[in-house]
């Protein structure tokens, strides 16, 4: 008997697990773009848009990017958070910012937005993965 | 610095913009969806603000 196949069944040729990777990997180095290669433009445009200027605004708002401290479970998961963004992570520090002024009245609401779009980020990669391997 | 209902207000926006985005693939629908949920955010912070105005430190 025949059985209808759904799309989360169906096999994909591009679902190769190196094809997978490159996909996450790039979705998670550049906001975005795991969906723009795959062709959905648009999505991953407000993606490259959106994230990014999230992260620019926990800058703005003297938000801090956290160490990598294993001794402090909070400041650990914080860090954490605040790479899932990629590049724009990596470009900040390069420019010293997200040092945090701890004194600052905005101080907690960046950090809020630093670690929001590193996590929103998690998602969009999940959503690139999703798109890869057959199932939207 | 601008005032803490407007921070609140952009961080609603982005979070609603990025769901609305992942969860909908019609523009239409995006739309739909990122306005209620823009405006579920900001409702239910107001609302909580005041509750909270009722228990002081």
């Not at chain 2, 609140?8 to 926006?13: C, E, G, I, Q, R």
Request: proline residues 5%; contains cysteine.
């Amino acid at each position: 008997m025949a059985t209808k196949s759904t799309a989360a069944e169906r096999p994909r040729e591009g679902a190769e697990p190196a094809r997978l990777a490159l996909v996450c990997a790039l979705a998670w180095l550049v906001p975005g773009a795991g969906h723009i290669v795959q062709g959905r433009r648009l999505k991953g445009l407000i993606f490259l848009i959106a994230l990014p200027l999230m992260f620019a605004a926990g800058l703005w708002l003297d938000g801090r990017l956290f160490p990598l401290e294993m001794s402090d479970p909070l400041v650990f998961l914080g860090a954490i958070a605040n790479r899932g963004i990629g590049a724009p992570y990596f470009v900040a520090r390069m420019l010293d910012a997200g040092l945090g002024t701890v004194t600052a009245a905005s101080y907690e609401y960046g950090n809020t937005f630093l670690m929001t779009a590193g996590l929103l980020n998690f998602l969009v990669i999940l959503d690139a993965f999703d798109v890869a391997k057959g199932r939207k | 610095m601008p005032s803490h209902f407007w921070l609140m207000v952009l961080f609603a926006f982005f979070v609603s913009l990025v769901f609305a985005v992942l969860l909908r693939d019609e523009p239409r629908e995006q739309l739909k969806t990122g306005g209620m949920m823009l405006l579920g955010f900001v409702a239910a912070a107001y609302v909580l603000g005041w509750v909270m105005y009722l228990f002081p430190l």
